[in-house]
């Protein structure tokens, strides 16, 4: 299978401090997300995000897909942003997900 | 508008009873797939199904794991004769028929804890 790596595994962020979440990936793939799980255990769909640019308030997320890698930023974090970053890719239907970057933002 | 729904939220088992998770599609989904997530990692791949019909389960357990999507009603997973280790926590997504996008969208999920 594919191989999914996230840096960093953990990061703790002052409220309205800016960060970058990487995921390196092993192979081609036709879909990439990036979700949140919060602290309820909940995932939540960030972005959908195969290849390129996209924006969505605060967050932000690129891939850059012939060099197998996706990038989500994350600007002016709040308390709420806190919990795990999961980055899944697919070549078919199934997903392979990272380990996650575990986000704690102190107010 | 529903996303994808799953019950129950929360499964406690004995050892060796029979678990039932169910998960309901969103509207006009038809793909369906279950992960499993045990404490601390990610999500892994169980089985892909479509109405009917297993497409892909490289990723269930060969015993005691099996998983359905009848034409009426929701998906099951259905867990036999259930061991500690098979506390986790299992979510369902669904993604539409056209080709044109994959993207999943993930319910809930089911904590099932067996004691």
């Known amino acids: 299978g594919i191989q999914v790596e996230q840096s960093p595994p953990d990061l703790i962020l002052q409220e309205g401090a800016n960060s970058t979440l990487r995921c390196n990936f092993s192979?081609?793939?036709?879909?990439l997300q990036w979700f949140h799980q919060n602290p309820w255990g909940q995932l939540i769909n960030l972005f959908y995000?195969?290849?390129g640019t996209k924006q969505n308030g605060r967050l932000s997320a690129t891939t850059v897909a012939t060099e197998r890698y996706s990038l989500l930023y994350i600007s002016s974090s709040q308390t709420t942003d806190s919990g795990v970053y999961f980055c899944?890719?697919?070549?078919?239907?199934?997903?392979?997900f990272g380990t996650g970057t575990s986000l704690t933002v102190i107010p | 508008n529903a996303g994808v729904m799953q019950n129950p939220r929360h499964l406690v088992r004995r050892r060796g009873q029979e678990a039932r998770l169910r998960c309901s599609p969103m509207?006009?989904?038809?793909?369906v797939y279950w992960y499993r997530q045990l404490p601390e990692e990610g999500l892994k791949f169980m089985v892909y199904?479509?109405?009917?019909?297993?497409?892909?389960e490289s990723g269930m357990p060969k015993e005691r794991f099996s998983a359905e999507f009848p034409k009426e009603g929701p998906s099951i997973l259905r867990i036999q004769q259930v061991v500690r280790g098979d506390s986790a926590a299992y979510f369902c997504?669904?993604?539409?028929?056209?080709?044109?996008?994959?993207?999943?969208?993930f319910g809930p999920g089911t904590r099932l804890t067996v004691l």
């Open positions: 995000i195969p290849s």
């Open positions: 509207k006009g989904h038809s793909h």
């Open positions: 192979d081609s793939v036709n879909n």
């Open positions: 997504a669904s993604s539409p028929p056209n080709a044109g996008s994959n993207e999943q969208f």
């Open positions: 199904l479509q109405k009917e019909n297993i497409i892909d």
């Open positions: 899944a890719v697919a070549t078919g239907n199934q997903f392979y």
